[in-house]
């Protein structure tokens, strides 16, 4: 079976420029989490949606936005790239919006110059 | 608000040399304790959940214990592919969802 995946693998942005990332979880799975991880530290919570419903959000400004579709799979939009969203973003995702074991993907890697 | 703190920031083992990482944290009441294994570059995957004190669980060459107020990643006879970065993270019971809070991890070496 297929795990999480996430597209682009990698990515370099300018200052200020938009960016989309993908997330598609694993088959069955209803629920999306996105992390940030900077470098050398602990993934840290963006969003949690469920049946396309937003169920939590973690402390980041309102340039990071998300959404689910029909399908389960889910994107993160960060507008108005800043240096510091440098980051490994990382999708999880869980059978139902409690439960409790999350499988992450591998990772989007974002550079912004 | 829930707190991870993990011990040693890195520690540096020779092949069969067993030890234990430190996991301590602070919650209003645990649904989970969570550990993943990374590499670099890569998304944690996936090890052990604990529930309640004095559960543990084993897999290979690890072994997950949890109290109160702490759990220990017990590697025995570890190998060099051990070598990794181990996150711990918690889901207290006043948390919406499924977030996790993580610990900044302990970065393990395990020289041949």
């Known amino acids: 079976d297929a795990g999480v995946t996430q597209s682009p693998t990698h990515l370099i942005k300018t200052r200020g420029q938009h960016v989309t990332l993908r997330c598609s979880p694993i088959?069955?799975?209803?629920?999306v989490s996105w992390y940030q991880q900077v470098l050398g530290q602990g993934p840290q919570f963006i969003f949690q949606?469920?049946?396309?419903?937003?169920?939590g959000r973690g402390n980041f400004p309102d340039r990071f936005s998300a959404r689910q579709f029909p399908n389960y799979s889910s994107e993160l939009n960060v507008n108005a790239l800043l240096l510091g969203d440098s980051a490994l973003y990382l999708c999880?995702?869980?059978?139902?919006?409690?439960?409790?074991?999350?499988?992450f993907g591998p990772g989007t890697r974002l550079t912004v110059t | 608000e829930d707190q991870v703190t993990q011990s040693p920031e890195a520690l540096r083992l020779q092949e069969g040399e067993s030890s234990s990482l430190n996991c301590s944290y602070t919650?209003?009441?645990?649904?989970?304790l969570f550990w993943y294994r990374q590499d670099p570059g890569k998304g944690p995957e996936f090890l052990f959940t604990?529930?309640?004190a004095g559960e543990e669980k084993e897999k290979e060459r690890l072994k997950a214990t949890l109290t109160k107020k702490e759990s220990f990643l017990h590697i025995t006879a570890p190998k060099p592919e051990d070598s990794a970065t181990y996150l711990c993270?918690?889901?207290?019971?006043?948390?919406?969802?499924?977030?996790?809070?993580f610990g900044e991890g302990t970065q393990l070496t395990v020289n041949p």
């Open positions: 999880a995702s869980t059978w139902t919006s409690g439960s409790y074991e999350q499988y």
């Open positions: 088959s069955g799975h209803k629920s």
């Open positions: 949606y469920y049946e396309k419903e937003e169920r």
């Open positions: 919650v209003s009441g645990l649904r989970g």
């Open positions: 604990l529930y309640s």
């Open positions: 993270a918690v889901q207290g019971l006043e948390t919406s969802g499924s977030r996790l809070t």
